[in-house]
């Protein structure tokens, strides 16, 4: 049983940077969503593609970032001209689409990119 | 907008008892679920339970259960019989309206629980 992998899972980058981590999510799982925790906070949520359409962003996703899911199966998150502030852990889930059977209501998550920017 | 608060920053428990974890729960939306999540020190978030905001009854999986009071706005966590590999951060989560189609879930800042031997 594949659960869901990142890669990779530590990245330490300067200042000014750009830094592409990828998420492959749970075989079949047609949903996917890309959270960012902060130490000492819960995970916020970026961003949900389900198949290759990106359907719903939130505002913390600023022009720096940017998630792409070309063949609705893994997916990238960009982020271009890196901070000191965009130090966290990049989280990734999925979950599968009502009918497929298993829980449609749990997201399974990733082990996570820790990125470090110095 | 969704607001999760859980106010215990840390628990401690001694192993074999029982602890509960609180979590209230702000929103507007006429449906929701409710979900908690344990994240050990490795980081992965573990799905543990999940509550809908019109099931009738509490749910329950295994040595966890979820207290559901929807007057109140609370979704508390109990965990039976608290082993060692409890110990973890756990989060509280919910997910707005199913007739939105907003997916995102919003999390709580977490509880730490260290269980003593």
């Known amino acids: 049983d594949t659960g869901v992998s990142q890669d990779p899972r530590h990245k330490i980058t300067k200042r000014g940077q750009n830094v592409t981590f990828r998420c492959d999510p749970i075989s079949e799982h047609n949903r996917l969503y890309w959270y960012r925790q902060t130490l000492g906070q819960g995970p916020e949520f970026l961003t949900y593609?389900?198949?290759?359409?990106?359907?719903?962003k939130s505002r913390l996703l600023s022009d720096r970032f940017s998630a792409e899911r070309p063949k609705g199966s893994f997916s990238t998150l960009e982020i271009q001209r890196t901070e000191q502030g965009d130090s966290a852990m990049y989280l990734c889930?999925?979950?599968?689409?009502?009918?497929?059977?298993?829980?449609?209501?749990?997201?399974?998550f990733g082990p996570g990119t820790r990125l470090t920017v110095t | 907008a969704q607001k999760i608060t859980q106010t215990q920053p840390g628990m401690f428990v001694q192993e074999k008892e029982a602890v509960t974890l609180d979590c209230t729960y702000d929103t507007s939306d006429p449906s929701y679920g409710l979900f908690w999540y344990k994240q050990p020190s490795s980081g992965e978030m573990i799905f543990l339970i999940y509550?809908?905001?019109?099931?009738?009854q509490n749910a329950t999986e295994g040595r966890y259960s979820l207290n559901f009071q929807k007057a109140r706005k609370s979704a508390n966590l109990v965990i039976s019989a608290s082993q060692l590999g409890d110990s973890a951060m756990y989060f509280c989560a919910m997910r707005g309206a199913f007739e939105s189609g907003s997916e995102k879930l919003v999390f709580g800042k977490g509880t730490k629980l260290t269980v003593n031997p």
């Open positions: 509550q809908g905001s019109y099931d009738q």
């Open positions: 889930a999925s979950s599968p689409s009502p009918g497929q059977g298993a829980s449609y209501y749990e997201q399974y």
């Open positions: 593609f389900q198949n290759e359409a990106q359907l719903e």
